[in-house]
Antibody, heavy 120, light 108 residues
Framework: EVQLVESGGGLVQPGGSLRLSCAAS????????MNWVRQAPGKGLEWLSI????????YYADSVKGRFTISTDNGKNSLFLQMNSLKAEDTSVYYC?????????????WGQGTMVTVSS | EIVLTQSPGTLSLSPGERATLSCRAS???????LAWYQQSPDQAPRLLIY???SRATGIPDRFSGSGSGTDFTLTISRLEPEDFAVYYC?????????FGGGTKVEIK
């Protein structure tokens, strides 16, 4: 069974850093594109970043470019999001999501989400 | 960036009724790379439709998608109690990938 489990969320001060993890099971991470998506409390979905399977091509939303870094560890079958210079507006539930194909595609599996709160 | 505008914001219907949700793009969506997701309270989104009209695995056939270019529609033929939720469209044909603002389908 395909499963994604996020971890690493929590409370962090403005300007701080946090590293989110997404452990994948039931499929080989490197064969699919993987994404990070967030949802601020009571708001809609915001796509943040994608890493393609195989080539590892990476794209970011402008809102996080230069502050967030997506990466994978194929040995651990895991996806990561390093978040630096955090702001109050980064407060959200963060989801990892699997693409339908190595190059992209719609998101056919989602994790349960991990909450990140940026506050002093 | 492709902006997706969903309408209406809220749809008030009764179980058994037909729901029609709209998603309009600010520019043509490449190769109909348009998806629909359902999100119930305190749950992660679930993929319903991809490629504008293909149902995802395990999705009941009361859900259907149509459209191309800049105008897309999600139709739920007869609402079941579990269908009352928020629905998002998404384009994944060009970066940045973008989501619409969502349509809430509520019980009338």
């Amino acid at each position: 069974e395909v499963q994604l489990v996020e971890s690493g969320g929590g409370l962090v001060q403005p300007g701080g850093s946090l590293r989110l993890s997404c452990a994948a099971s039931g499929f080989t991470l490197s064969s699919y594109s993987m994404n990070w998506v967030r949802q601020a409390p009571g708001k809609g979905l915001e796509w943040l970043s994608i890493i393609s399977g195989g080539s590892g091509t990476i794209y970011y939303a402008d809102s996080v470019k230069g502050r967030f870094t997506i990466s994978t560890d194929n040995g651990k079958n895991s996806l990561f999001l390093q978040m630096n210079s955090l702001k109050a507006e980064d407060t959200s539930v963060y989801y990892c999501a699997k693409g339908l194909s190595s190059g992209g595609g719609a998101f056919d599996r989602w994790g349960q989400g991990t909450m990140v709160t940026v506050s002093s | 960036e492709i902006v997706l505008t969903q309408s209406p914001g809220t749809l008030s219907l009764s179980p058994g009724e037909r729901a029609t949700l709209s998603c309009r793009a600010s520019q043509s969506v490449r190769s109909t790379y348009l998806a629909w997701y359902q999100q119930s309270p305190d749950q992660a989104p679930r993929l319903l439709i991809y490629g504008a009209s293909s149902r995802a695995t395990g999705i009941p056939d009361r859900f259907s998608g149509s459209g191309s270019g800049t105008d897309f529609t999600l139709t739920i033929s007869r609402l079941e109690p579990e269908d009352f939720a928020v629905y998002y469209c998404q384009q994944y044909g060009s970066t940045p990938l973008t989501f619409g603002g969502g349509t809430k389908v509520e019980i009338k």
